[in-house]
C-alpha cells in the first residue's frame, strides 16, 4: 500500500536512516497509477513535486481537499528532512487549510508546526461556514465585587482575561 511505503519513509527521514534501497524496492510494488503513488515516485525522484500536486488536484471535492492535504503534508516533511526548512514551513501552513481537522496529517502539521515555533492556524473541519452562535446574556455575579478586584479587573489587558501575562514562565 502508498501509504505504507511513504509513512516508513517518512519515519526513516525522521530518524536520519538512509532507505533509498528499501523505498526502491517498496515503490516497485506499488501501481503507480492511482493516488498516491505519485509521493512515493516524487520520493523516488521519478516526479517532481508540481507533478505530485497536479495528481492531487486531479480529484473531485472531498477526495481533492484530501489528496491536496496528503500531498503538502509529505512533500513538506522530505523539505524538512533534507534541509529545506523555509520550503516545509510553507507547505505545512498551506495545509492547515486544505486538512481535514480530525486526521492524522491534520495532527502532524499541528504537531511540525508547534515544534517549528511557526505560528498555527487554524485547521478547517470543512469549507462550509459555520452558523454564528447566539448571544448570551452576561452572567450575574454572585456577590459583589471589592474595589480592590475591581480596580485588579479594570487593570488586565485585553486579551488576557485571567491576569496571567506576565506571571507565568
Known amino acids: 500500500d502508498s501509504y505504507d511505503v511513504m509513512w516508513l519513509h517518512i519515519a526513516r527521514l525522521r530518524a536520519g536512516v538512509d532507505d ?3 523505498l526502491q524496492a517498496n515503490a516497485a510494488k506499488l501501481d503507480h497509477s492511482i493516488w498516491p503513488a505519485h509521493v512515493v515516485s516524487y520520493f523516488t525522484g521519478k516526479a517532481t513535486a508540481a507533478e505530485v500536486l497536479a495528481g492531487a488536484a486531479k480529484g473531485e471535492g472531498a ?5 491536496t492535504c496528503e500531498a503538502l503534508v509529505f512533500l513538506s516533511q522530505d523539505d524538512m528532512a ?8 510553507a507547505r505545512l501552513q498551506t495545509a492547515e487549510r486544505s486538512c ?3 486526521s492524522q496529517e491534520a495532527h502532524l ?9 511557526a505560528p498555527p492556524r487554524a485547521i ?3 469549507t462550509a461556514p459555520k452558523p454564528a452562535a447566539p448571544a448570551s446574556p452576561p452572567i450575574p455575579r454572585s456577590r459583589p465585587q471589592s474595589q480592590k478586584q475591581a480596580q485588579a479587573q479594570a487593570q488586565t489587558p485585553a486579551g488576557d482575561p485571567l491576569g496571567l501575562r506576565g506571571r507565568l514562565k
Open 20 to 22: 533509498r534501497a528499501e
Open 63 to 67: 477526495a481533492k481537499a484530501s489528496q
Open 82 to 89: 533534507k534541509g529545506r526548512k523555509e520550503d516545509g514551513l
Open 100 to 102: 481535514a481537522a480530525d
Open 109 to 117: 502539521v499541528k504537531a511540525d508546526l508547534k515544534k517549528s515555533g
Open 124 to 126: 478547517l473541519a470543512s
